[in-house]
């Protein structure tokens, strides 16, 4: 599995409805796992970002996916980020010779 960070922002749309911010994310959750993935972390933020949540998706299309189909629901942005752990980051670090 692929790890990704994504962090949202509310729409004008999200921030009237931030009383079921959390329904929205257990929905997220719901929609991961149907794309074979799931929701590793999820925190409300204060700052830049509304929202920041770490993913384990099989890979870029199913987490494209996902972002699409969170952001058509209307309540927030995306933005995308893939992430590699330490034990990847050394593969990648051995191939350089």
Known sequence: MAKYVIMLN???????????????????????ESLGGHVDLLLWTVG?????GVFDMPNDEALT?????V????????????AFTAEEMGGILANLG
């Open 10 to 32: 509310w729409t004008d749309q999200g921030i009237k409805a931030a009383t079921d911010t959390v329904k929205r994310a257990d929905q997220a959750r719901q929609l991961a």
């Open 48 to 52: 830049r970002y509304d929202i920041v």
């Open 65 to 69: 996916t996902l972002a699409l189909k």
């Open 71 to 82: 952001g058509a629901m209307g309540s927030v942005r995306t933005e995308s980020l893939r």
